[in-house]
């Protein structure tokens, strides 16, 4: 539908406007539901007002306007009668402006509104706030392919508070490590997909992250399992929430793990079939090798291949957690030296563990958390038939070359992964678990307490996941 000023519809809701607010919160509904009512389709637009969902991931919806004069300008929205959210707010010029809306799941009937005020800066002042009807929408259908997850326990109060989404990938086909038909997901704390991006081609994306600058994702398409050609297809793309690549960085050999240094380098494990290194691309630069496991290994009695499941920098040594389920070991590696400087697990030369039942095999995410300490996602057993994931987090005795656990959870839990997996130490002192093949990810304090909990339903390879706190971070 063309375009209608709203500066009308603002206007005459402004007599709406009650007299006692908190300025600090998103105000209440000062506009009725009026408007163009399109029927079965439950769309129902004020007058003065567009809206359009994205053609890929239609749960990203674009709100459209005429701003008759210069303001500030924001778009309130809500479903499910939950409290109203609301975009940026952000200074606009008269003429046609826009806002997207983030966070709405798919298949969810949404209400919005157009806020304005005449302020020149870009923060709202109440008084002079005014809005126009409530429209009414729904988001896109629900991808036939895409997994569906089932919120299993969900306790606000005790939850990492900064954590309101969860960045992920899961792969559409069941039986762990097989197959590949990747979904990069985000998750809302109700265990509903609020956005959504296939990887195409069957390409694998199992390593999510976000940029070190904090605006843009980062995800792995990798070649090495779904064309069998060494990864010698493997890209690492950027790109904002809506989808649009900021940048694609061939990474050959990449079949795992990958992670970026401040300056944009993408550091990643470039296996062949027997041997792998680590290597690095500065921006614009070209692939240089950092480390070779296959000597490495010679060295330590090694009897297994290489191959690794997860790569950490550790910003403030510059060193690399570098781990190999291939051997059952995890190497810390100088970035500038590539020395190797300490290992762990059941290569020759290992620290011993305290308790010995606590050693580790086929470990996944390892981390060093803000205390120093070593955190991972291990089979509960050496070799164990099966396959019990826990969680297990050692201080390091350097004197005398000895993990001794501190804290561990997952056992008798009977949840059970046959590969991937990892922990991460959150702000708030809690533990995310991932359980890899298990499809499953939870979050327990450090009492025990499981305080979240997410199941996809069968043996699904979950890749990488990690929280995010505002979604518009990754905005356009």
Request: charged content about 25%; aromatic content about 10%.
């Amino acid at each position: 539908m063309p375009h209608v000023p709203v500066l009308a519809a603002l206007v005459l809701l402004a007599a709406c406007r009650p007299e006692d607010h908190d300025s600090t919160l998103v105000p209440g509904d000062s506009g009725a539901e009026t408007g163009l009512d399109t029927g079965d389709s439950g769309l129902v637009l004020p007058e003065g007002l567009d809206v359009a969902l994205d053609e890929t991931i239609p749960t990203l919806v674009t709100v459209s306007w005429e701003q008759d004069v210069a303001g500030t300008a924001w778009v309130e929205y809500r479903f499910d009668d939950e409290d109203w959210m609301h975009t940026p707010y952000r200074a606009v010029e008269a003429g046609p402006a826009s806002a997207l809306l983030l966070g709405i799941p798919y298949e969810t009937t949404f209400e919005f509104r157009v806020a304005s005020d005449d302020s020149p800066d870009e923060t709202p002042d109440e008084a002079n706030t005014v809005r126009t009807g409530t429209g009414r929408a729904v988001t896109g259908d629900w991808p036939e392919s895409l997994p569906e997850p089932t919120l299993l326990v969900h306790e606000p109060d005790a939850e990492e508070p900064t954590g309101r989404y969860l960045l992920g990938s899961i792969n559409a086909f069941t039986g762990g490590w097989t197959g590949g038909r990747y979904w990069k997901f985000i998750l809302d704390r109700k265990g509903r997909v609020v956005w959504a991006l296939e990887t195409p081609d069957n390409h694998w994306s199992i390593y999510l992250r976000v940029a070190r600058d904090g605006t843009e994702i980062l995800y792995d398409e990798a070649t090495w399992w779904s064309d069998m050609d060494q990864g010698a297809g493997s890209k690492v793309h950027r790109i904002k929430i809506d989808g649009s690549e900021v940048e694609v960085v061939d990474t050959p050999g990449l079949h795992h793990a990958f992670t970026e240094l401040d300056d944009g380098t993408l550091v990643w494990g470039a296996a062949s079939w027997t041997d792998e290194n680590l290597v690095q691309r500065p921006p614009g630069g070209e692939v240089e090798t950092i480390w070779n496991c296959g000597a490495w290994q010679d060295q330590h009695g090694a009897t297994r291949d290489c191959q690794s499941n997860s790569l950490w920098w550790n910003e403030k040594d510059d060193t690399f957690l570098y781990s190999f389920y291939s051997s059952g070991t995890v190497a810390e590696i100088d970035h500038q030296t590539g020395e190797t400087l300490r290992w762990w697990g059941n290569l020759e030369g290992s620290w011993d563990f305290d308790p010995a039942d606590s050693l580790f095999w086929w470990q996944h995410g390892v981390t060093f958390t803000d205390e120093g300490t070593l955190l991972l996602s291990t089979y509960r057993e050496h070799e164990a038939e099966d396959n019990e994931l826990v969680v297990r987090e050692y201080s390091l005795d350097e004197d005398n070359r000895v993990l001794h656990q501190v804290w561990t959870f997952g056992e008798g839990e009977g949840i059970f992964g046959s590969t991937a997996g990892e922990a991460h130490r959150l702000p708030g002192g809690n533990t995310l678990h991932n359980y890899g093949s298990d499809s499953r990810v939870r979050e327990i304090t450090p009492e025990g307490e499981v305080v979240w909990d997410v199941d996809w339903e069968g043996s699904r390879l979950l890749g990488r996941t990690v929280f995010l706190d505002d979604l518009y971070d990754f905005a356009p």
